[in-house]
């Protein structure tokens, strides 16, 4: 199904092009906290979100668009820092209509990166900007997530790499 086919996918953070978003002429990210840029529980930022983070800075504007709570989210944002937007409701279009006024760029410059479909992947597809979608860090995750797993598996194979 289209709106649940992401873009691009990708099994790390790490192994995103960023050639390839420069030839998509994306100028802006927008980022997922859990499971994306760190496990989900992880109360801060880890080494390796940091040089994630600040290795895209050079290249691109960044703003955090989560689902979780004010705290987490800030505290995350603060480090870097970037802009951030919590309590997202994604895949509802308000939370990246923030980020975009935030961000200063419209959504064909702006790639959503994240780890769910009905949330990251399908967000980003309703307000026409590139999705990408990467492999959850951690695969020890709550019920209802799980439940959400069973069905990202129906509407979307990830392609062997
Ligand atoms: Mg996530």
Same mark, same amino acid.
């Given at each position: ?15 995103? +092009?960023? +050639? ?5 002429? #994306? ?5 997922? #906290?859990?499971?994306? &840029? ?40 603060? +480090? ?17 209509? &923030? ?13 959503? #990166? ?16 590139? +999705? ?30």
């Amino acid at each position: 199904m289209k709106r649940f086919t992401p873009d691009f996918y990708y099994e790390t953070l790490e192994k995103i +092009s960023v +050639s390839m978003l420069k030839q998509k002429q #994306i100028k802006g990210l927008i980022l997922d #906290i859990d499971n994306t &840029l760190v496990p989900p529980h992880t109360p801060i930022c880890d080494a390796r979100a940091k040089q994630f983070v600040e290795n895209m800075q050079k290249d691109f504007k960044v703003c955090i668009v989560s689902n979780n709570i004010y705290e987490r989210a800030r505290r995350f944002a603060v +480090s870097f820092p970037v802009d951030f937007v919590c309590d997202g409701n994604k895949p509802a279009k308000k939370p990246f209509r &923030l980020a975009l006024a935030k961000l200063q760029l419209e959504p064909q410059q702006v790639a959503v #990166i994240g780890d769910q479909i009905f949330t990251d992947v399908w967000g980003a597809k309703r307000m026409g900007m590139l +999705s990408v979608l990467v492999e959850p860090i951690c695969s020890e995750e709550g019920k209802f997530i799980k439940l959400k797993r069973i069905f990202e598996k129906m509407v979307y194979n990830k392609p062997k790499q």
